[in-house]
């Protein structure tokens, strides 16, 4: 079973809304979590918890905007190379900034853009054209999981074990027009906030 990284929904806290404090239940618990774990992360397209610093590489196109719809938090190195399979080399901070999409202005919120300073003076003035030619070594994710996140999946969560308790087992996998069985639980508002969280691919 996956588990989302973010846990939104974690057994502990599902037992303390639902009053359980045996044991018994604990698998069946922790893979409703999961279930509903890995379909907010489905849904909206990213880890909505924080990601702890990592190297990615991305593809360049040319110009002085990078987009990351996922998130960045912070980033401790930048290095670009001047085509595919290139030798990297580093570029200072300086050259570069970290900016929010336009649909990322929330508090708390990471940036999803990375772009060079208009007055950039070093070797790169944007990210080169090609496959893998940028390569980041950064935090990404949001700094806490939000509260309504929380609070959405466990709402789910509990909906979801509710219907385990009165027989319905399968809550894993899809219904006949494709949809993810965990979906049921998600209200139209709690839908509504996950599209919120979504990736905005043109932020």
């Not at 030619?133 to 996140?149: K, L």
């Amino acid at each position: 079973m996956t588990t989302a990284i973010g846990a939104y929904a974690t057994a502990s806290a599902l037992k303390t809304r639902i009053a359980i404090s045996d044991t018994t239940d604990d698998t069946t618990l922790s893979n409703v979590c999961d279930q509903v774990n890995q379909y907010v992360e489905t849904k909206t397209g990213r880890v909505l918890a924080p990601i702890a610093s990592a190297v990615i590489l991305l593809d360049g196109d040319g110009s002085r905007v990078l987009r990351y719809p996922r998130g960045i938090r912070a980033v401790s190195l930048l290095e670009c190379a001047e085509y595919t399979g290139a030798a990297f080399s580093t570029v200072a901070a300086s050259q570069y900034f970290l900016r929010p999409g336009p649909a990322d202005l929330r508090p708390g919120w990471p940036y999803t853009r990375l772009e060079f300073t208009d007055i950039a003076t070093g070797t790169f003035t944007s990210f080169p054209r090609g496959f893998d030619t940028v390569r980041m070594t950064a935090t990404t994710g949001w700094t806490a999981i939000p509260d309504d996140i929380t609070e959405l999946a466990l709402v789910a969560a509990t909906r979801a074990w509710h219907a385990v308790e009165s027989g319905q087992q399968d809550i894993v996998g899809t219904d006949d027009m494709g949809r993810p069985l965990v979906s049921r639980f998600f209200s139209a508002r709690d839908l509504e906030t996950l599209r919120v969280y979504g990736v905005d691919l043109p932020g």
